[in-house]
């Protein structure tokens, strides 16, 4: 991918894939405080909700309003980066 484009091209596609990566784990904060609204915290979010639902609007509006081909390939990016993620995790664990 390297060899595909410039610096500035690169670093798009980069940050699509960070924010495809961030749109679930923003999710997974509200369903988890839902779910264990007893559970002890080390930290506690201000505002409640407000600031994830914030950071949710914002990554999809930033999603939405990216050239089509730069999605393709932020995605694409993010596809062929899942296998090198589980072969490492794997090989982490068996040491």
């Known amino acids: 991918m390297s060899y595909s484009g ?9 940050a699509i894939s960070r924010f495809a990566q961030f749109i679930p784990t923003i999710i997974a904060v509200m369903v988890f405080r839902k779910k264990m609204k007893d559970a002890d ?4 979010l201000p505002f409640g ?12 509006w930033l999603i ?4 089509v081909n730069l999605l ?3 995605f694409g990016a993010l596809i062929i980066a899942i296998p090198f993620y ?5 090989y982490r664990n068996s040491k």
């Open 6 to 14: 410039t610096f500035t091209y690169l670093a798009q596609i980069s």
């Open 64 to 67: 939405f309003n990216t050239k």
């Open 41 to 44: 915290r080390a930290f506690k």
């Open 49 to 60: 909700p407000v600031i994830p639902v914030i950071a949710l609007i914002v990554s999809f």
């Open 72 to 74: 393709i390939f932020g």
């Open 86 to 90: 589980l072969l490492t995790s794997t």
